[in-house]
């Protein structure tokens, strides 16, 4: 049989979030001398490959994917990207347990048991990983996020709509907005979905809208808000948290978010609710749960960062062949209106 394209992807989920990793079919971009530089290369110049298998007929709107790729940094032992709806974002913690996950249970890094060390590099840093391993299980992945810290607290926002929204604006890895969901009246749940979904999506535009733009401090590419969190308040009996993200153009997550957790660990230490050391847990709108904590404190340009880390599971569900037959008329995929909100529409 003769395809235009064939592609490896190991198919895998972390906590409920689809977190496919591409492990063969994609060659390694020359020329790029750091994990960003190859993030730049793919968005830029081949994101056919990103839509031909996150967009339908062999995606679906509620999925992410990783690829592999060498690393730059000597200190790594691996590298890889992260591929979104809209994006690709510099990190992801979901997609690093997921990736790790993979990594170890198909033998492209030796697994060690109990326990697996290793360095992954994304576009936003070195993450280290610590994995809990059993009888060629892969059970649970810690990863040592990169600094989180916050740009504004209680940042006011005109949405319309909605009228004035108090927000939170941090880095976890990705820039988010972090809103809690009490304050507009509204509960996590499945129940509010559209209306949380809508929410979201207006108030992430109106911060698109807005004077004031994040620029994080060591790569001025990476800038204004791109992701939004809803949370509810952390229960502090129990040191326990909901949240939810809306990725764009209108889906949630479906586990906890390593990203979204860091950046709201950044959030609860500047307000005095989270110390170093203090562990908290990160329930997603489906229920499955991250385990979090804060391991220390730096500067971090002019920002006072933690160091979070954020621990969870990725179950391995499939092995697939992905290819593009050339006479397929949607070599690209496509997207259905069904399926996607757009608020500034």
């Not at 994080?216 to 969190?229: A, R």
């Not at 385990?291 to 006072?304: A, L, M, N, P, V």
Request: glycine share 10%; net charge negative; proline share 6%.
């Amino acid at each position: 049989m003769k395809f235009e394209r064939s592609i490896n992807v190991v198919g895998c989920h972390c906590a409920g979030e689809v977190c496919d990793v591409i492990i063969g079919g994609v060659l390694n971009p020359s020329g790029c001398n750091t994990m960003y530089e190859k993030l730049a290369h793919f968005r830029d110049k081949e994101d056919h490959i990103r839509q031909l298998l996150m967009q339908e007929p062999r995606g679906r709107a509620a999925m992410c994917l990783n690829l592999v790729l060498p690393a730059c940094d000597p200190r790594a032992d691996v590298g890889f990207l992260i591929m979104e709806s809209d994006e690709y974002p510099p990190m992801s913690g979901g997609n690093t347990i997921a990736t790790a996950t993979v990594l170890l249970e198909t033998g492209m890094v030796k697994m060690n048991e109990p326990v697996t060390k290793m360095v992954l590099e994304t576009p936003a840093g070195l993450v280290s990983i610590t994995a809990d391993c059993e009888d060629r299980k892969c059970k649970a992945v810690a990863f040592d996020n990169v600094p989180s810290f916050v740009f504004a607290l209680d940042y006011k926002v005109e949405v319309p709509g909605l009228g004035t929204v108090s927000v939170d604006i941090a880095w976890g890895g990705m820039i988010y907005a972090i809103v809690d969901a009490t304050s507009l009246g509204i509960r996590i749940n499945n129940q509010n979905g559209p209306k949380l979904i809508e929410y979201g999506e207006r108030i992430k535009h109106a911060l698109q809208q807005a004077t004031f733009i994040p620029v994080h401090p060591e790569n001025e590419s990476i800038k204004g808000v791109s992701i939004l969190e809803f949370t509810e308040p952390l229960q502090r009996d129990t040191m326990e948290a909901v949240n939810t993200v809306v990725v764009s153009p209108g889906r949630f997550d479906r586990c906890p978010c390593g990203t979204g957790s860091s950046a709201r660990m950044a959030v609860l230490h500047a307000r005095g609710q989270l110390g170093v050391g203090e562990k908290f847990t990160h329930q997603s709108i489906i229920g499955s749960t991250f385990e979090c904590h804060i391991r220390g404190t730096q500067k971090f340009g002019q920002y006072d960062a933690v160091l979070p880390t954020v621990k969870g599971s990725a179950w391995i569900s499939s092995f697939k062949q992905m290819v593009l037959d050339a006479s397929d008329p949607w070599p690209v995929g496509f997207r259905v209106g069904d399926q996607w909100h757009v608020g500034q529409e």
